[in-house]
């Protein structure tokens, strides 16, 4: 049976800072969806496709699957997310794009009156993809912070002993910074058996594999004297929790 459907795209918001999409090469994908707890009825796969199409890397939500240069410089990534924004008579998603500060830098709406689950969402999806220019990346540099000062504070670290650990706080947690060896050290409350976080050196002179206390693994690095970490969530996100030098 020959169907019709009826298709509204609304674009919503447009490029905050003259940001567009065009301007990144990668492309970060969660394994799946957060509002779409079952089943993404394809999404995933599609976006992926249609994006690769237009020139993007993708790549998965897990940082550290990231090839080198996306992890040695963050902001040149995108993350897209498919939301379900359905109503009773029609399948409804958001195409959101958001950058390394999770900013949403576009955000695009399309609709379907298709009620089959799978060729609804995928037909309204569809629509979103006008938005979506061919790839053509600029550099972004992330927030300043000098590779010859993260380097510089590196070789300090080597030099400080185990007695004279550095003070740390996101302003709820206080820690304290213990030198393990020249390739490793912790974040550790004054109170606890077990360490915060602990870093070890990767092959860049300002990144770090993370491995929290609860068990995940993530990325950390060197911003301005302070430590930064790329907190996991459950739906594939990260946030960026900022350690201040005391």
Not at 3 to 21: D, E, N, P, R, Y
Not at 39 to 56: F, Q
Request: aromatic fraction near 8%; proline fraction near 4%.
């Amino acid at each position: 049976m020959k169907k019709i459907s009826l298709l509204i795209v609304t674009i919503c918001s447009v490029l905050a800072f003259g940001q567009k999409i065009s301007d990144y090469k990668y492309i970060a994908i969660p394994a799946k969806f957060s509002t779409f707890k079952k089943e993404d009825y394809g999404l995933g796969e599609m976006l992926t496709k249609t994006l690769r199409s237009k020139n993007y890397t993708v790549i998965p939500a897990d940082k550290l699957q990231w090839p080198a240069e996306a992890q040695s410089n963050p902001c040149n990534v995108l993350t897209a997310d498919v939301v379900n924004d359905s109503g009773l008579l029609r399948n409804k998603v958001v195409l959101q794009f958001k950058d390394c500060n999770d900013k949403v830098i576009s955000s695009t709406k399309g609709s379907s009156n298709i009620k089959e689950y799978r060729e609804g969402f995928q037909d309204a999806l569809k629509q979103t993809f006008a938005s979506i220019s061919p790839a053509s990346p600029i550099n972004r540099i992330a927030e300043p912070h000098s590779a010859v000062q993260e380097v510089a504070v590196t070789a300090q670290l080597v030099e400080v002993p185990d007695q004279s650990a550095v003070k740390f706080s996101n302003g709820k947690t206080d820690l304290q910074k213990v030198l393990i060896d020249a390739s490793q050290f912790i974040l550790v409350g004054n109170n606890s058996s077990s360490p915060f976080a602990t870093f070890k050196a990767t092959t860049k002179n300002d990144l770090f594999r993370v491995k929290l206390q609860n068990g995940e693994s993530t990325l950390g690095y060197y911003e301005n004297g302070n430590i930064v970490i790329e907190m996991p969530h459950g739906n594939g996100s990260y946030t960026k929790e900022i350690f201040l030098k005391k």
